[in-house]
């Protein structure tokens, strides 16, 4: 069975899907606040990062939907939600894409989308650069988080990507989040859905997800997460648990 860190026992299956600096204990305090008898949260690590640091592939959105469809396989999970923080927001819309009928719920926190992201000149050099250099590693996370945190956070979001990611997994995991091109395949997906940004995120905050998310998604909700920027796991735990667990209960 694939490595993952589960937290609570309840009926209602929900796997969580980290982002591009993440890993399945990346999370913060946010899993303390989390109802451990409602839920079973499957906190999954992509191949590359955390748990599966030795493990190698080809570091694609269907990759990632299909090794977490072969963990809900193997735990006995037939219908299930999904939580997916940012580059986790295009790995769970290609999960949606690949068993619609098998997502109970979604839910994006400051999540990029099923479309590519558009990046000028600077933004390509800055994250395609990362990969091999800390300080634009750095450079990134203190500008999603609004250039207002404090350097020994900013630093220890970075440390944590680069001792829970191979280089090799978080170029490849660039490729696919600034690259994905699969909206016509979930466009109109009637599954209930909740986007989170941050109110400083200035990258995938309110007004990027209004364009990317809301237009295609009937039944898609959007909210603002107060105080927060890219990280609110870090940032608002008790705020991001509450908003999601406020959503997912049935």
């Given at each position: 069975m694939i490595q993952h860190r589960v937290v609570g026992s309840g009926p209602h299956t929900v796997f969580v899907l980290h982002g591009w600096f993440g890993s399945a204990d990346g999370w913060?305090?946010?899993?303390?606040?989390?109802?451990?008898?409602?839920?079973?949260?499957?906190?999954?690590?992509?191949?590359?990062?955390?748990?599966?640091l030795d493990v190698a592939g080809e570091y694609s959105?269907?990759?990632?939907?299909?090794?977490?469809?072969?963990?809900?396989?193997?735990?006995?999970?037939?219908?299930?939600?999904l939580v997916g923080h940012s580059m986790g927001g295009a790995e769970v819309l290609r999960i949606l894409a690949k068993a619609p009928d098998r997502v109970r719920k979604?839910?994006?926190?400051?999540?990029?989308?099923?479309?590519?992201v558009p990046l000028d000149d600077a933004?390509?050099?800055?994250?395609?650069?990362?990969?091999?250099?800390?300080?634009?590693?750095?450079?990134?996370?203190?500008?999603?988080?609004?250039?207002?945190?404090t350097p020994?956070?900013?630093?220890?979001?970075?440390?944590?990507?680069?001792?829970?990611?191979?280089?090799?997994?978080?170029?490849?995991?660039?490729?696919?989040?600034?690259?994905?091109?699969?909206?016509?395949?979930?466009?109109g997906n009637q599954t209930p859905m909740l986007v989170l940004a941050g109110e400083?995120?200035?990258?995938?905050?309110?007004a990027t997800v209004s364009q990317t998310w809301a237009p295609y998604f009937p039944n898609c909700t959007v909210e603002v997460l107060a105080n927060a920027g890219h990280y609110p796991m870090f940032e608002t735990p008790v705020a991001l648990a509450s908003s999601i667990e406020n959503f997912l209960r049935d």
């Open positions: 913060g305090s946010f899993p303390d606040y989390l109802d451990r008898e409602r839920f079973t949260y499957v906190f999954t690590d992509n191949r590359g990062y955390g748990a599966r959105l269907d990759e990632v939907a299909g090794d977490v469809l072969s963990l809900a396989r193997d735990r006995g999970v037939e219908s299930f939600s979604l839910v994006g926190v400051t999540p990029v989308g099923a479309q590519p933004g390509t050099e800055l994250f395609f650069g990362a990969p091999d250099d800390r300080a634009k590693r750095y450079a990134i996370i203190d500008f999603t988080t609004g250039n207002r945190l020994t956070f900013v630093n220890a979001i970075v440390e944590h990507s680069l001792q829970n990611s191979t280089v090799a997994a978080f170029r490849g995991a660039l490729e696919a989040w600034v690259n994905p091109n699969f909206l016509a395949a979930v466009e400083h995120d200035p990258a995938l905050g309110l």
